[in-house]
């Protein structure tokens, strides 16, 4: 099997390794294996991928992921799929280098671009070491481009036997529907692939000793002192004594799982619509729901907002708090990086921050950036926004001083914007990022309220629709 492994041979890992490698000697490839695993990347290919997308593969140097980058690599010519590598040196491990000399030998020898990237992992962090090694890894894979485009999707190879751990862990978590659903083949949000999810160890096992596929072990993956791998060596194999199927039937329930956390998140769609206006939820109509069903509302609008879902006991006090709450409260909650309010019978989540000021010119182009990250979009319209007819080429955008007057409808008198904002309930912390937007000295449209009466378009005219989207 290589140098690789001689290096690793006084641990557990590299004995089994050693064995495997014993037996490749005498092996010949099964035809019937290697159809079967082709097979079911085909398929999994077939059925996920847009024509010539670009794929970056998770390369750690052990198995899972050295048999996936040879099978990928057979078959980049008939999906027409572009493939790069990405190993993450971490240092954790006195034999790191020698995973970063295999991952690279190996990618030469199959003609793959490798990526390799060295992070630092803090041994005193609160997350542990495991966690902060993946974040850190993660973020390495989701941060890289091919050129200036980042891939389509990140490519892993966990497995059957990863999927059955995982929803063991979970259920000793308490988690819910969707934890219990473990990993998803298929993760459009964080651009993800799993294709090996129906594939278990012992055949990836299988398929590197027939091939001759190289590897290395990671020593860490022998200590039971992590909460997964005591799964793997003590429990597991104590269930497969009376349970035989017991990994694959597991991960065939996570995908049952799936399929209700889908069902869940199909409801939650609906019901959003009737609740959500601009990223707010309608107090009033989430009374109405049941319980579960105004709480699986509630973890929806919250993962949609890349929000890590609190426990099942933070979720119903946030639920109790957003619908019990006196009409006068200040209610105000820290979630992760946005804070939770409630105004006007309506639940907000935006990122708190200090207004900064703002004096900016617009000059025709389609999107303006505020220096808050929030954005201006421009387009031109029929019968609707500000008159063009003005000659409107360049605008001025500021945010409030404070006692700016404004006038949106010509049959009422101008007015204080404060009363304006008020009356529109336009919650406090929005008013202060608020761009204004002046055409010459005159306050000429206000988000959320509007434009100036003698500045609007009339039917048939060409206007400047403006719309504001906040950071």
């Not at 990347?41 to 140097?61: C, N, R």
């Not at 003590?234 to 004594?241: G, Q």
């Not at 919650?427 to 000429?444: E, K, N, S």
């Amino acid at each position: 099997m290589g140098n690789s492994k001689k290096l690793l041979k006084n641990s557990p890992s590299a004995r089994r390794a050693d064995k495997l490698a014993k037996q490749a000697q005498s092996s010949q490839p099964d035809a019937k294996l290697t159809h079967a695993l082709v097979s079911k990347l085909h398929s999994f290919l077939t059925q996920h991928l847009s024509p010539q997308p670009k794929l970056l593969l998770a390369l750690s140097g052990g198995l899972d992921s050295c048999v996936l980058l040879q099978l990928l690599a057979e078959v980049k010519h008939i999906f027409h799929f572009e493939l790069q590598a990405m190993h993450v040196h971490h240092g954790l491990s006195p034999h790191a280098d020698i995973w970063t000399s295999l991952c690279e030998k190996t990618c030469e020898s199959l003609h793959v671009p490798l990526q390799v990237v060295y992070v630092n992992v803090d041994p005193s962090s609160k997350q542990g070491i495991e966690a902060a090694a993946r974040e850190l890894r993660y973020q390495a894979l989701f941060n890289y481009k091919f050129g200036e485009v980042l891939p389509d999707y990140v490519v892993t190879a966990h497995h059957q036997d990863d999927q059955a751990e995982t929803l063991l862990l979970q259920l000793l978590r308490g988690a819910g529907v969707k934890g219990l659903s473990s990993m998803a083949a298929l993760d459009e949000t964080r651009r993800l692939l799993r294709p090996l999810l129906d594939v278990s160890r012992h055949a990836l096992n299988e398929y590197a000793v027939q091939h001759q596929i190289e590897w290395c072990e990671d020593e860490s993956n022998d200590n039971t002192q992590y909460e997964r791998n005591f799964v793997r060596h003590n429990v597991m194999p104590v269930l497969e004594t009376h349970f035989p199927s017991a990994k694959s039937v597991i991960a065939r329930s996570a995908s049952h799982l799936a399929e209700a956390n889908g069902l869940l998140d199909t409801l939650a769609t609906l019901d959003a619509r009737e609740l959500l206006l601009n990223n707010s939820l309608c107090l009033q109509g989430l009374s109405q729901l049941d319980i579960p069903r105004a709480k699986n509302v509630l973890r929806w609008w919250f993962a949609q907002n890349q929000l890590a879902m609190p426990n099942a006991e933070h979720l119903t006090e946030t639920l109790q708090q957003l619908l019990n709450a006196r009409a006068d409260a200040d209610l105000s909650i820290q979630l992760q990086h946005l804070t939770l309010k409630r105004y006007q019978k309506r639940a907000y989540l935006y990122v708190d921050k200090i207004a900064e000021p703002f004096d900016l010119a617009w000059n025709g182009e389609p999107t303006l950036t505020l220096p808050d990250g929030g954005q201006l979009h421009f387009k031109q319209v029929s019968g609707t926004g500000l008159a063009l007819k003005f000659g409107m080429t360049k605008l001025r955008i500021t945010n409030r001083d404070g006692g700016e007057r404004f006038k949106p409808n010509s049959l009422r008198p101008t007015r204080t914007l404060k009363h304006l904002l008020q009356e529109a309930n336009i919650p406090p912390w929005q008013r202060a990022h608020l761009p204004l937007i002046y055409w010459q000295d005159t306050l000429a449209y206000v988000p959320g309220i509007g434009v100036a009466s003698g500045l609007q378009a009339g039917f048939n005219e060409i206007g400047l629709e403006i719309i504001w989207q906040d950071s």
